[in-house]
């Protein structure tokens, strides 16, 4: 499969629709403008990869919005070297939108199918996050913490207080937070028992499940 001058128009103008719904990150609409969506998607949805929509991919799992994608890398605010944890790591993508943006990415995905074909596929694209990790996101990532950001790309009926607690302070945790509908909460470290938090409305995830090993 490959990226031609098609796929890159199309990519523009998906860039054009996130600015008009509202997205201004520049590195963050640089980083969508460059990502090939398309690779990431099964074949029978190629036409529709540069929709502003969710797709299937493997496993009954879904390849977010690029509209949610936008939403949640804008309030995790990455910087070059920023040491991010993402739950959910699903075909790839947000991943790969992490890596463009220079950060250290650490991702866990608890279906072993997902986990085993995006970690062959990512560095073919030349994205190498630092550490995929096949297990339950619920729990976070001890071994590597603290991290600047944590971006949670499921539905979760509640907060995972690993998740908090492996922030450092100043760092941000993107969170879906609800059982049918999620509003999209972001939570601040302030400092050592000490979190902001704000709302940002309702969004549609598949869920965050226990972990089943
Ligand atoms: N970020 C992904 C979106 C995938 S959808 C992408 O860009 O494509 C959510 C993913 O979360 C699914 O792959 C699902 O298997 C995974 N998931 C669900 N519960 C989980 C858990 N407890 N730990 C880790 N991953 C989980």
Redesign the pocket.
Same mark, same amino acid.
């Given at each position: 499969m490959k990226d031609t001058f098609k796929h890159k128009g199309l990519r523009q103008q998906l860039v054009n629709v996130l600015i008009d719904k509202g997205i201004k990150d520049e590195a963050v609409l640089k980083a969508i403008g460059n990502i090939p969506r398309h690779l990431?998607m099964d074949s029978g949805f190629l036409d529709h990869a540069y929709q502003d929509k969710a797709f299937p991919?493997a496993?009954d799992? #879904?390849? $977010?919005q690029p509209y949610t994608?936008a939403f949640q890398t804008e309030l995790l605010q990455v910087k070059k070297e920023s040491k991010i944890l993402?739950?959910? #790591?699903? $075909?790839?993508?947000?991943?790969a939108v992490l890596c463009e943006l220079g950060a250290k990415v650490y991702s866990?995905?608890?279906?072993q199918e997902?986990f085993k074909k995006t970690s062959k596929f990512l560095p073919k694209l030349g994205y190498r996050p630092k550490k995929l990790i096949f297990g339950?996101?619920?729990k976070g990532l001890k071994e590597e913490a603290p991290f600047d950001g944590i971006i949670v790309?499921?539905g979760a009926p509640f907060v995972p207080k690993p998740l908090l607690s492996q922030l450092k302070v100043g760092g941000r945790l993107v969170i879906p937070v609800g059982d049918d509908v999620q509003v999209m909460t972001l939570f601040i470290r302030k400092g050592p028992k000490e979190f902001e938090k704000h709302e940002f409305g309702d969004f549609r995830?598949?869920?965050?499940?226990?972990?089943k090993n």
């Open positions: 990431f991919i496993a799992q #879904t390849i $977010s994608v993402e739950i959910g #790591t699903g $075909s790839g993508y947000q991943a866990i995905e608890r279906q997902l339950d996101g619920y790309t499921a995830f598949v869920p965050l499940l226990e972990d």
